[in-house]
């Protein structure tokens, strides 16, 4: 099959698109050709190498497919030859995690092979493309903003780093709730899109300084300023910042931390504005079927970047490493089945 190839971890010239044997099919195990699969910055830290996760080599990235069913192992029932499905990534056995584009292969590719239990059936009225984009961006931010971070009606929200794809996902989950919206991207194009999703505010946060913005426009702490909700998953220079900007009361999200894991803090912002710093990891299957509901009946749809072919998926990751996006890129393949 022709995939998206790295043979060690490093910069993005170790990934190659080239021929590679496809992997035998294992009893309760699915062969899919791939349709779509969107991108996540995820997989730019497959291909440097993550400390603590050990990834095959040679590593095929992607995360998140939708795709036909090609071909069933010995033991699968409920699955047929051109079934349409959406890959849940992440799937439990011999007591271990286990995830596609991570410590198994991923989806720049031809064909992705996956546990049956893993497949969810994708109705006619939902595009590979919009359900590709669904799990590991989508899914977070769903955890993130609802099951866990509880945003309602009437909640101000501070969204950083809102111009990928958990950001529009927040953005537009938020303001399906009823919240009110501040949106902080890195450009004033990427604002505009923004605001085209429905923002209420945004802040270009490479021209303004976000906390002296919420300062300006919202009072100071104890005269009620702040926001209900803030939202973090970069984590890096960002992090104490963001504790600023919390009202009395309120919530710090976070859900990743692509610009830094281990950043300074300031506990005196987290005693003073008696706020709740709620973390949330990753999706459940349930958080999925929401969202796969929502985008069936129009409630809810995925902001879509750019679609590529397979054979210029390294100048997608590319573009996706160097963040030249607002929203999701998609990379199609069309094998046949």
Known sequence: MKAIVFNEHGPIDVLKYRDIEEPVLQPDQVRVAVRSCSLNYHDVFTRQGMPGIKVPLPGIPGCDCAGVVAEVGDGVRDWSRGDRILVDPVTYHDGKMWMIGD????????????????????????????????PVAYGTAHRMMLTRGEVTAGDSVLILGASGGVGTSALLLAKMRGASVIAAAGTDEKCDQLRSLGADETINYSTTDFVKYCREHTGSLFGGGGYDVVVNFTGGDTWASSLRCVKLGGRLLTCGATAGFDPPTDLRFIWTAEMDIRGSNGWKRSDLDQLLELTRTGEFSPVIDSRVALEDGIAAHQALEERRFFGKIVINADASV
Do not use: M
């Not at 497949?119 to 359900?131: E, G, K, N, R, Y």
């Open 103 to 134: 410590t198994l292969w991923g989806a720049y590719a031809e064909f992705v092979v996956v546990r049956a239990e893993q497949l969810i059936a994708l109705p006619d009225d939902v595009s590979f493309d919009d359900a590709s984009c669904l």
